[in-house]
């Protein structure tokens, strides 16, 4: 076990604990704590501390922790926030191994709150002591009957242990998540609150569910990460030991984005980002509380499928059509039975009876035609994976589709899940204790299906290679010579600088010249060959177009020479005291299909790769694609086939196909780029990015970066 995961087994399987602010009151916080370890049997020593009590319901209290006669493993500490660092010293002269603080009013409090956390973080680092909190709802080792929380759905006596880790930064949530997966029989090993994450927060709990015996999946509620790098490498690992990480992240909505001097900036929010960073490493992100233990329980049950084709047997036609809808939105298919097994049902079914897919065998299913026609797409391999939908009668008739469900998914060959009457409490537990995955709504079981399947291509994906991914290289020779030109350049490159910048990693950029005056424009233009494009370069100017200040297809030297007067005038014009650098002559690119790529850096990730169809469009169609770097040529391919526009790309209606590897590898180098110069580039813009046909390669137009 490595140091990290040892000194989180102390919070999450001590041998021995003592609860500071115990209360004999069990209608208070302080006295639930005391209840419910009691209640659930943890089988560790126990020990309380309250200065007013020698005993507290038969456990053993003394006045303060100095006090103890052991030094325990976990302390959990429920008392007013101003009495927490007197505490945590009293735990660290007694060699408490870890603590959990469930104290509110510190850091998410107002400044004085906030300077006693900064304490106590003070306090521990030094001592070297792992914490969780404060404002924690506590943890709880369902494996092990150890429930060291107050919240009040650990009243319920019978908590099922389950293989689902749970880890959320709402405490209060936690109950929620308990109480509703438990009255469907679906249970945790562990449940962990992370409050303000001081010391360890999701990260850091979620590297050691990856190696916990007791955990086949992890579900994470979250807000916010706080340290993405360890997150990135618990993703790489989860993928590497097929042990799924399902999220809620809240937060989808952004109000007040900074405004950004590029595209790429202004499109990249900070949801934006999550959601491509979990897609590139296999985290499957849900929709609803629902989501976040029927997913993982789904996980826990069924392995991925082969492939994405759907059969669906049910005795109502309405429920089965709404999982049909949700799951097609997925990108699941529903193709018709094979013919052998249309005659097969024809032969058992009615008339009216429906033999394609969904099979809606209506109340036939009386007469054993729910089973016989769930076994008859069982074995049809036709489907990779089969959905029972049982209407009204799970709750009243069981016998009719619920049975036949936990029957014949003994000896089930491909994934089977089941969604019936959501008040069917007896049929959902049944299911849950028969190993089969099922569902309160239709809409969740058809979304899950979906995420069980993405999330086997993206087994796949990283199987074959996503995972070799090209890291950062800050003393290469490309970076040295990217970097001569930066420390020469203010906060926003020109055009002309900006593209010398992307040349020294090999991306193609347009022939072009930058002259002072118009006897070196005429002589670049001849050397260039007419037309031309001639742009104003300034720093005060970075987008030329709404100034005014670029001329396309210049076709000879009279015009050239009318135009360079001109030009300047606007950039004079657009502003009084404008810093002018030249106008750059510039070949006119021939045409092809406009993109964009873009990179912009977050505080938390680091840079942010984004690609999309370019010009114009990237404004009025948003339609782009992001990834977090590194990225591997897998993560680029399928950045280009995840925008609308990838059927431009790829000779819609007869159109050649462009030049996609061209693309990716541009996508490559540019991720390249973003990691080796680090801080030095805040933002990027290669808008356009010329694409041409299969072979002939890109060539940026025009570009923007920002310091």
Known sequence: MNPLCTQIHYLLSPKSVVIVGASADYSKFTGRTVKYVLRHRYPGKLYAVNPTRTEISGIPCFPSVK?????????????????????????????VKSIIIHSAGLGESGEEGKKTQ?????????????????????????????ILSPIACYEIDDLPAGRIGLISQSGGLTGAYVSRAADRGIGFSY??????????????????????????????????LRDVNLFREVAVEAMNRRKPIVV??????????????????????????????????????????????????????AKPPKGRNV????????????????????????????????????????????????????????????KKGLELLMKDDTFDMIVGVVGTSSQFEPHLGVQPIVEVCKDATKPL????????????????????PSFRTPESCGRALGYLVKYGEALDGFNRGKGQQRTADPDSPNAAKALNILVTSGQILTEYDSKRVLSTYGIAVTREKMTGDVEQAKQAAKEIGYPVVMKVMSADIPHKSEAGVIKLGVPSESELVAAYGELLAKAKRFKADVRIDGVLIQEMAAKGVELIIGMKRDASFGPVIMF?????????????????????????????????????LNGYRGMEKMDCEAIASTLMSVAGLSLDLGEEIRELDINPLIVYPQGKGIRVVDALICR
Not at 614 to 643: C, H, N, Q, T, Y
């Open 67 to 95: 006090d103890l006669p052991e030094a325990v493993d976990t302390a959990f500490i429920q008392i007013a926030a101003k009495g927490v660092p007197g505490v945590i010293e009293q735990c660290i002269e007694k060699n």
């Open 248 to 301: 809620l992240k809240v937060g989808r909505t952004e109000v007040g984005a900074r405004a950004a001097a590029s595209h790429t900036g202004a499109l990249t929010g900070a949801d934006t980002i999550y959601d491509a960073f979990f897609r590139q490493y296999g985290i499957v992100r849900v929709e609803t509380l629902e989501d976040l233990f029927e997913v993982p329980a789904l996980f826990c049950k």
């Open 417 to 436: 899940v089941a969604f019936c009457n959501p008040n069917a409490a007896d049929a959902l537990r049944l299911f849950e204790k028969n190993g089969i």
């Open 612 to 648: 999309g169809l370019g010009g114009i469009f990237v404004e009025v169609f948003k339609d782009v694609a992001f990834r977090v770097p590194p990225i591997s040529l897998s993560d680029a391919r399928e950045m280009i086939g995840e925008i609308k526009g990838e059927k431009l």
């Open 311 to 370: 059969g669906i047997i049910t005795t109502t036609g309405g429920g089965a059509t709404i999982v049909l809808e949700a799951a097609a939105q997925a990108g699941l298919q529903f193709p018709p039975p094979s013919d052998s097994a249309i005659r097969e049902a024809t032969a058992f079914l009615p008339s009216f009876a429906a033999k394609s897919n969904p099979m809606d065998v209506t109340m036939s299913g009386a007469g054993g035609g729910f």
């Open 191 to 224: 449940v962990i609150s992370t409050g303000n994450e001081m010391d360890l927060g999701v990260s850091e709990f979620a590297h050691y569910l990856l190696r916990d015996e007791h955990t086949d999946a992890i579900a994470i509620f979250l807000e916010a």
């Open 118 to 146: 900064e304490r106590i973080k003070a306090q521990i680092r030094e001592a070297g002591i792992r914490v969780v909190g404060p404002n924690c709802a506590g943890i709880v080792n369902m494996t092990e009957s150890m």
